[in-house]
Every structure is written in structure tokens, then in C-alpha cells.
């Protein structure tokens, strides 16, 4: 436990970029910390309202992302053609785009729940 919220205060004090596994872990070790440790069951309820908010915005990601790879996988398979094959190359180039932009707008909504459950947290 002690790991996880000295990892907490050094990713809040460098900005650092976590892995939706390790955001999860640490905020599941925030809440235990501030609930168990501190008694403070107000502050550990918002953390778990925040994990709620992290954890639905994180599978509405994925589940975006599952839809856009089926249906380029279904385009894949129809277009065979010579001509199909130069729009193969440029759907997967539109494809990559929007997934980047994808989790670019998920990473700013993390951090907009973030800031919004813990505004005392430095902005970038």
C-alpha cells in the first residue's frame, strides 16, 4: 500500500501518463488508504465514485475501438480489388487517425475526472 501512494504522489507531482490498469490499481489503494487508514469514509466513497467514472469512460473507449476494428476488418474482406486495395491503404490510415484521436479524447476526459474529483491535483 505504501508503494502504491508513494506512486500515486510521484505520477500527480510528474504528470505522468498511466496505464488504465495502474490508474485503477492506484485509486483502489488511494480509497483503502483514505478509508481504512485515515477513516475518512466520505473521501473514500469519492474515490470510488471517480474509479465508477474512470471504469465506464474506459469501456465506452474500448467498446468504440472494438466497433471501428470490425467494421474495417468487414471492409477488408469485400474489397479484393486492385482499386479496393489503394482504399484498403487509405481506410487504414483514416482508421489509425481515429483511433488515435480516440484515446486522445479519452486520455483528456481521465484527466477532466480527475481534475474534477481531486481539484487540489496540479493541471498540466
Known sequence: LRSDIEGIRHAAVHR????HRRLQQQL???REFASLWLGDQHCGMEIEQCQGRVNHLFSAWKGRTRRLRGNLAAHMARNQTP????????????ARRLLEKISHDCNEQVDHILQLSFPSLPRI
Open 16 to 19: 505522468q501518463r498511466l496505464s
Open 83 to 94: 482499386e479496393g486495395h489503394h482504399h484498403l491503404r487509405l481506410l487504414l490510415e483514416v
Open 28 to 30: 483502489s489503494s488511494a
